[in-house]
């Protein structure tokens, strides 16, 4: 009897173990890490990479201020938003635009690259 109590507990830790490994795994694994130039415009933050894709980035208003115009690296979470792009008095509609929620931002150089360097 004893012995299947200690397997049992054994067991529970185990699967305890594994389950909250994989939390810690999900939560890290989902971040994106993004190079370009930070820019300002309207209050949207943007971020405009090599190839001059323009990446939205909410969140970390604080962290980005003072990059304004730098090389950055931007690592976050990949995501959604949607926007009204309703007429007014027209039909309903939307826009979905991809956004990166802000998590850390390295300091790469002062002034940016251009594109195809």
Aim: with cysteine; net charge neutral.
């Amino acid at each position: 009897m004893r012995k299947t109590k200690t397997l049992m507990l054994t067991l529970v830790l185990m699967v305890s173990a594994v389950w909250l490994q994989a939390q810690d795994t999900g939560k890290t694994s989902n971040l994106e890490t993004i190079e370009g130039c930070l820019h300002h415009s309207a209050g949207q933050y943007t971020l405009i990479d090599d190839t001059n894709t323009i990446h939205h980035l909410v969140g970390g208003a604080a962290k980005l201020s003072h990059h304004i115009g730098h090389q950055v690296e931007i690592t976050g979470k990949p995501g959604v938003r949607t926007l009204d792009t309703t007429p007014q008095g027209g039909a309903s509609a939307a826009v979905v635009q991809p956004i990166i929620e802000v998590k850390s931002v390295k300091h790469i150089a002062d002034t940016c690259k251009s594109a195809g360097d």
